[in-house]
Nanobody, 126 residues
Framework: QVQLVESGGGLVQHGGSLRLSCADS????????MGWFRQAPGKEREFVAS????????YYADSVKGRFTISRDNAKSTLYLQMNSLKPEDTAVYYC???????????????????WGQGTQVTVSS
């Protein structure tokens, strides 16, 4: 079972950086593909990035490509999202999620994910 807890959110200025972490207190983190989503006020939850269970494949939304980097440390059961060159439009609650199926490579739809964290707020001031 996957139990996810995000951390690392906060307030940052336009152009700044933050690194989000997502720790899994379960025992099977390494067998799941993982992803980051975000939801801004009044908007639907949207895909940000995902990473295969091995860490060998990563996928990004066009809006964050080149600025954000997703990574994982399976030995620490932790997922990361390094966010650079932040913009006010990146302001949202960020959620980490684990895939429904084990040993997944490509996952990007909300329906592909079965376990979610509680979210962490990221606010980028202009």
């Amino acid at each position: 079972q996957v139990q996810l807890v995000e951390s690392g959110g906060g307030l940052v200025q336009h152009g700044g950086s933050l690194r989000l972490s997502c720790a899994d207190s379960g025992r099977t983190f390494s067998t799941y593909a993982m992803g980051w989503f975000r939801q801004a006020p009044g908007k639907e939850r949207e895909f940000v990035a995902s990473i295969s269970w091995t860490g060998g494949r990563t996928y990004y939304a066009d809006s964050v490509k080149g600025r954000f980097t997703i990574s994982r440390d399976n030995a620490k059961s932790t997922l990361y999202l390094q966010m650079n060159s932040l913009k006010p439009e990146d302001t949202a609650v960020y959620y980490c999620a684990a895939s429904r199926l084990t040993y997944s490579a490509y996952v990007a739809r909300i329906a592909d994910f079965g376990s979610w964290g509680q979210g962490t707020q990221v606010t980028v001031s202009s």
